[in-house]
């Protein structure tokens, strides 16, 4: 089951701003191995340059996730580096600098959001990045820069969670563990927004918040343990595996027979999908595709109020070692953004 994007802005509903022709080098936040936040540290770099179908972006702000920080402790995607120094990130808020050709849809100019194809090519903890056309929408006309470059990776991770594997509709019951972080906050609107029944564990701080997002139920993983209060749900989304207190594990009791698993933190549990089987249940696991056009689909339904998203920090560029602190201690709302440049 596909829905089909509702239809993005014109180029001519979206006012465009000046750009000038972008200078050789940038800062950008690098690292030289893998490490520590310490590792991370502010350095020139040279602006890359587009080929065939990839813009230049000018970044305004980059989302700070999780998969940055595991990457850069030697984790995540540190395998597909090509070299060093790198710099983190995936995704972004800013300005087209340069299109393919003349009559791009997104012309310089054009406020756009979307991801990079890190570790590919260079990530978005810089003023510019190189970024396919086809991972890049047009900005949410509601949101600063700030608050949509905490979007593009965690509401399209929820999107494909939701919408194009777990398929929520009207009655469905849905358990969502981690509904107060990044990817949790948006799959709880958009399983609500499609009708399910939802429940998410998070913590208590956590929980009148995430009603007024859309869950019905809210359990406190701090005092309550999830199995003892929940059954026969149709869906389980884990977005925490068994790297705490066997969550994965635990959650294969509470579907019914059956029933669908779907885990994002494959590398804490790989034997997810035999321990399933032999629970009668079905599993799968699911990666993000940065897809502009479920982009454009979640930018209509921003700035039709139906979907937030919550800026937890943002933190200047050169601080960017303090974010990936604050992201590892675990207790994020939302998200966490790097201011990279001005408007």
């Given at each position: 089951m596909r829905f089909r994007p509702l239809r993005s802005a014109s180029a001519s509903d979206v006012e465009r701003v000046a750009v000038t022709a972008p200078p050789t080098t940038m800062n950008a936040v690098v690292f030289d191995s893998p490490g520590e936040p310490e590792a991370l540290r502010l350095a020139q770099?040279?602006?890359?340059?587009?080929?065939?179908?990839?813009?230049?972006?000018?970044?305004?702000?980059?989302?700070?996730?999780?998969i940055d920080a595991k990457s850069r402790r030697g984790a995540g995607v540190s395998a597909q580096i090509p070299g060093y120094p790198s710099t983190l990130g995936f995704d972004f808020s800013g300005v087209v600098v340069k299109s393919?050709?003349?009559?791009?849809?997104?012309?310089?100019g054009t406020p756009v959001f979307g991801m990079t194809a890190f570790p590919r090519s260079g990530?978005?903890?810089?003023?510019?990045?190189?970024?396919?056309?086809?991972?890049?929408?047009?900005?949410?006309?509601?949101?600063?820069?700030?608050?949509?470059?905490?979007?593009?990776?965690?509401?399209?991770?929820?999107?494909?969670?939701?919408?194009?594997?777990?398929?929520?509709?009207?009655?469905q019951r849905i358990l969502i563990h981690?509904?107060?972080?990044?990817?949790?906050?948006?799959a709880v609107?958009?399983?609500?927004?499609f009708g399910a029944h939802v429940t998410a564990t998070a913590s208590g701080r956590n929980a009148a918040w995430l009603r007024e997002l859309g869950a019905a139920v809210v359990i406190d993983h701090t005092t309550t343990r999830f199995e003892e209060v929940i059954a026969d749900v149709d869906v389980v989304i884990d977005?925490?595996?068994?790297?705490h207190a066997s969550t994965g594990s635990r959650s294969l009791d509470v579907l019914r027979p059956g029933g669908l698993y779907v885990v994002v933190a494959t590398d804490s549990w790989p034997e997810y999908a035999a321990a399933a089987a032999a629970a009668?249940?079905?599993?799968?696991?699911?990666?993000?595709?940065?897809?502009?056009?479920?982009?454009?689909t979640i930018a209509r339904l921003l700035d039709s109020g139906a979907v937030q998203v919550y800026i937890d920090r943002v933190f200047p560029l050169d601080e960017a070692a303090a974010?990936?602190?604050?992201?590892?201690?675990?207790?994020?709302?939302g998200k966490i953004v790097l201011r990279v440049s001005d408007d």
């Open positions: 770099a040279p602006v890359p340059s587009p080929v065939i179908s990839e813009l230049l972006v000018r970044i305004v702000a980059a989302g700070v996730n999780p393919p050709y003349e009559a791009h849809p997104l012309a310089p990530g978005t903890y810089g003023e510019y990045a190189v970024v396919p056309s086809l991972s890049v929408a047009r900005k949410p006309a509601s949101l600063s820069h700030v608050e949509a470059a905490g979007v593009p990776l965690a509401a399209l991770t929820a999107w494909g969670l939701i919408v194009e594997t777990a398929h929520a509709h009207e009655g981690a509904g107060g972080g990044g990817v949790g906050h948006f609107q958009f399983a609500a927004h977005l925490i595996g068994n790297v009668g249940v079905r599993a799968t696991s699911y990666k993000v595709i940065p897809d502009g056009g479920s982009l454009s974010a990936h602190r604050m992201l590892e201690e675990g207790h994020t709302r």
